[in-house]
């Protein structure tokens, strides 16, 4: 992986907006008020393919991968003993009070908590696989620039989320400089519910709140009620006119997938609510992008901005 690192020096140029913004001025951080500008990361544009022969070969395969599709996967990039010691703390979290989880039940036969946010600003160990050196250096790759930690989601069971793009929740300006990956810490059942996603979704149009209808204080009045009934039929009508097909990420402990910040994705169904499917997202910026939350309208700096408990 250090050859990567020469390699990125003709990828990563000395800024990224091409049109600067001074969002103190803005009247919200919603997508409307930020300029149609650039650049784009290098895979998103059309001339991606012709960077690859700078690569090696394994790496250039997996690139092409992200620029077709919008992910890849890395088998066993974490070691287990990492994944136990993480999960261990955790869970002794947990136990002391230090982490409330939320109930979030299924049914009344759904024993399993709810997810944690953030859990690495907590759990120091948690730090140390949101931020292992392989995967930044990948995110780094696949982003064009260095990647910041932006947030942590750490789950016991599937989210049976509807699908979505990250992009409407942590939006970059510009566009796409986000990404995010799905850590599993043990085998994943097909029964416990995987992360779903629909390779190739992330070349459709980004979708925000504005051309939804949704109001800049709608989250604040009227809590996720408009993104249900506006965000999720209307990327549930995308899936079914470009006729996108799902894929489950049935993972071995260990394996990342990374996803591009627009390609859409969720949760699947827990066919077996005693199943556990123990894992850890994280979202990551590309270094001098703005972070913002279209649907709040919010600077996700903010809200959520790392917080890791080591370097």
């Known amino acids: 992986m250090r050859l990567l690192d020469s390699i990125l020096h003709a990828f990563s140029g000395p800024g990224i907006a091409d049109v600067k913004v001074d969002c103190a001025k803005l009247p919200a951080f919603r997508a409307e008020h930020f300029p149609d500008a650039g650049p784009k990361p290098w895979l998103d544009d059309d001339r991606w393919h012709q960077r690859l022969a700078s690569l090696p070969s394994e790496h250039a395969e997996l690139c092409r991968k992200w620029a077709t599709d919008g992910y890849i996967v890395l088998p066993k990039l974490v070691p287990d003993a990492l994944l136990d010691e993480a999960w261990l703390a955790y869970e002794e979290a947990v136990q002391r009070g230090k982490i409330i989880l939320p109930g979030d039940l299924a049914s009344d036969d759904d024993k399993l ?38 947030q942590t989601i750490a789950s016991h069971k599937g989210s049976q989320q509807s699908a979505h793009s990250d992009s409407i929740h942590m939006t970059t300006y510009p566009l796409g400089y986000l990404a995010a990956s799905w850590i599993a810490f043990e085998d994943i059942h097909p029964d416990s519910g995987p992360l779903e996603f629909y390779p190739g979704s992330h070349r459709l149009p980004y979708v925000f709140s504005h051309s939804l209808r949704i109001p800049e204080d709608g989250l604040k009045t009227d809590g996720y009620g408009p993104y249900r009934a506006r965000y999720e039929p209307f990327v549930r ?35 077996n609510l005693q199943l556990t499917r123990k894992a850890l997202v994280g979202h990551y910026f590309a270094n001098r992008a703005f972070v913002y939350h279209d649907l709040s309208a919010k600077s996700s700096r903010q809200q959520y901005f790392d917080g890791c408990l080591v370097p």
């Open 237 to 271: 009508k995308l899936v079914e006119e470009h006729g996108l097909k799902p894929k489950l990420f049935e993972a071995r402990k260990g394996d990342a997938l990374i996803w591009h910040a627009n390609l859409l994705h969720g949760g699947s169904p827990r066919r």
């Open 113 to 150: 908590p709810g997810r944690c946010l953030n859990p690495h600003k907590r759990v120091s160990r948690f730090c140390k696989v949101a931020k292992h050196p392989d995967l930044m250096t990948w995110l780094k790759l696949l982003l064009g620039h260095p990647a910041k930690l932006l």
